[in-house]
């Protein structure tokens, strides 16, 4: 490469990251959009209402919320995906819409190139538990049944491609066990179901009512999926502790941008909203809405995406998953 060449490219690249500083100086000068892609209602409405309600304060510009449900987050990731990547849309989700969803069906968006990771914000740990049906109490117990009795215990997800399906198949496979998958459509009924004592395992998200049961005892907690032992659940020894560390599937949920979104204002809403999930108000309401916060750089979390896709491609291929 000649010297004139090297020297234009430099200053190519010294004149982007100048824009890219002086459009971040300027920004927010006007509301931004957030994207929920979930029904409102829930804990991630609760959640992102909360934070981007705070950097309205801390930002001095209106934070918009707008709920955009639909295809387990998709159709909410696609019109982040498709907005002006300015700054003035960002959205709220879990990871699923980028390292699951793109697998098992078609999207409106390249997850690799059309969104951009800004901060994660929440773990939702995912627990296997065990109903009267189920007369053990261990991981040791499922895998020794399971073995003895190949398909005899029933285990209960919120529905093919959940991430309690994925734990599912995950331990199944590296445990070398085969269990009765038992599929819903959500986890209202699961739950329910489940203090009938209609099947022996399920597997879920953490929810404070799922709590209540397990501490009543109608529900026994065996292991659960997060980055370490829960607070709320600190008996129950996590799926990588007890040497299933590729089955410890967990929801985990942040904010995400278009791509092309310029790296100072992706940086400068990762110190935002790192900031906001740190102020005591904001970890009261994760912890107590059974969630675990969590935070990090851009690039932690979109090394933790590409890991679970790539994690979740090895898991559908090797055990010829149908997640439809």
């Known amino acids: 490469m000649s010297k004139t060449r090297m020297s234009r490219m430099l200053a190519a690249c010294l004149l982007c990251a100048a824009t890219s500083v002086s459009v971040a100086a300027g920004w927010p000068d006007k509301p931004v959009r957030v994207i929920v892609v979930y029904p409102p209602g829930g804990v991630s409405d609760t959640v992102t209402r909360a934070i981007s309600e705070e950097l309205s304060v801390r930002l001095k510009t209106p934070f918009v919320v707008e709920n955009k449900g639909g295809a387990g987050g998709t159709v909410g990731m696609a019109a982040v995906a498709k907005a002006d990547a300015d700054g003035y849309t960002i959205g709220f989700s879990s990871i699923s819409p980028l390292a699951l969803s793109p697998l098992i069906s078609k999207v409106a968006y390249d997850p690799g190139k059309d969104i951009a990771p800004v901060a994660s914000v929440m773990v939702s740990p995912v627990v296997l538990l065990g109903t009267s049906a189920f007369k053990?109490?261990?991981?040791?117990?499922?895998?020794?049944?399971?073995?003895?009795?190949?398909?005899?215990?029933?285990?209960?997800?919120?529905?093919?491609?959940?991430?309690?399906?994925?734990?599912?198949?995950?331990?199944?496979?590296?445990?070398?066990?085969?269990?009765?998958?038992?599929?819903?459509?959500?986890?209202?009924?699961?739950?329910?179901?489940?203090?009938?004592?209609?099947?022996?395992?399920?597997?879920?998200?953490?929810?404070?009512?799922?709590?209540?049961?397990?501490?009543?005892?109608?529900?026994?907690?065996?292991?659960?999926?997060?980055?370490?032992?829960?607070?709320?659940?600190?008996?129950?020894?996590?799926?990588?502790?007890?040497?299933?560390?590729?089955?410890?599937?967990?929801?985990?949920?942040?904010?995400?941008?278009?791509?092309?979104?310029?790296?100072?204002?992706?940086?400068?809403?990762?110190?935002?909203?790192?900031?906001?999930?740190?102020?005591?108000?904001?970890?009261?309401?994760?912890k107590g809405s059974s969630n675990i916060p969590m935070s990090g750089t851009p690039q932690d979390f979109s090394k933790a995406i590409s890991e679970e896709l790539q994690s979740n491609r090895e898991l559908i291929g090797s055990a010829g998953l149908k997640l439809q």
């Open 136 to 286: 053990g109490k261990s991981i040791h117990d499922v895998i020794s049944q399971s073995k003895t009795a190949p398909g005899s215990l029933r285990w209960a997800t919120s529905g093919p491609g959940s991430v309690g399906h994925l734990m599912l198949e995950q331990f199944q496979h590296d445990a070398e066990v085969s269990v009765t998958h038992v599929p819903y459509k959500g986890s209202a009924q699961q739950q329910n179901d489940a203090l009938g004592g209609q099947f022996e395992l399920i597997s879920t998200n953490v929810s404070s009512a799922l709590i209540g049961h397990i501490e009543r005892d109608a529900l026994r907690a065996i292991a659960i999926a997060a980055p370490k032992r829960a607070a709320f659940l600190p008996e129950v020894p996590t799926f990588s502790e007890l040497g299933y560390a590729r089955a410890n599937k967990m929801s985990v949920f942040g904010f995400f941008a278009p791509g092309g979104t310029p790296d100072a204002i992706v940086t400068r809403l990762n110190t935002e909203i790192n900031e906001v999930v740190a102020m005591p108000k904001i970890q009261e309401l994760l």
